[in-house]
């Protein structure tokens, strides 16, 4: 089946720890992204890559990084800088790479400070 | 004014009833629009694109109003499983960008 990966499903993880997400497809889409979602907000833009070896940043980079080494592949770390990590982080993908063509998400993975 | 636009509700409904949802959108250069649905907890999942021309998939009816900057979806004779948050996602402009509105919540009565 083709889809969107993502592990673990919960995250719980300690104040100063790095920790990474990850994110795959099979769907032999370009363009992937990460997004988190707090509650009563939407969906907010992390990082995105429209090919292999290239990212941008979104709207609330700091505190994160990626790469994109594999077609197939994005994972995302937290790291110990991003100062309010707890949300629902996101990861699509989408076969166009304007970045307005449509998504795809993955099911997910909570992340909780402790 | 925020870039999305949507009553955040809940929209209580019985069962068979007719609902819509509006949604306004603030960049006049979006060229794509999508309806998203969002379960309790879950991910978003695409519900339809929206045509210029509106366009209707089954029970679903989505239209574009591009000189108010507003989009709506229709859904007649709800039924349980339609309860869910939907999103307004209008994309383009100088961003590039998909821009996800807060959602409006459905929840249908038995």
């Known amino acids: 089946d083709g889809g969107i990966t993502q592990s673990p499903k919960y995250l719980f993880r300690k104040e100063g720890q790095n920790v990474t997400l990850s994110c795959e497809q099979n769907?032999?889409?370009?363009?992937m992204y990460w997004y988190r979602q707090d509650p009563g907000q939407g969906l907010r833009l992390i990082y995105y890559s429209q090919i292999v070896n290239d990212f941008q940043k979104g709207d609330i980079a700091e505190g994160y990084s990626v790469s994109r080494e594999k077609k197939e592949s994005f994972p995302l770390t937290v790291t110990s800088a991003q100062k309010n990590p707890t949300a629902f982080y996101l990861c699509?993908?989408?076969?166009?790479?304007?970045?307005?063509?449509?998504?795809?998400f993955g099911p997910g993975t909570r992340l909780t400070v402790l | 004014r925020k870039e999305v636009e949507q009553d955040p509700g809940p929209f209580n409904v019985p069962e068979g009833a007719t609902v819509a949802f509006n949604c306004t959108y603030s960049?006049?250069?979006?060229?794509?629009f999508f309806w998203y649905r969002q379960d309790c907890r879950k991910e978003p999942k695409l519900l339809m694109s929206v045509y210029s021309s509106g366009n209707e998939d089954g029970r679903f009816t989505a239209q574009l109003n591009r000189a108010s900057q507003y989009i709506s979806l229709l859904i007649r004779d709800s039924k349980l499983s339609d309860s869910a948050t939907y999103l307004c996602?209008?994309?383009?402009?100088?961003?590039?960008?998909?821009?996800f509105g807060t959602g409006t919540l459905l929840a249908v009565q038995p």
């Open positions: 769907l032999n889409h370009d363009a």
């Open positions: 699509a993908s989408s076969i166009s790479t304007s970045g307005i063509g449509e998504q795809f």
């Open positions: 996602v209008p994309g383009g402009g100088a961003t590039n960008k998909l821009i």
């Open positions: 960049n006049s250069a979006s060229q794509s």
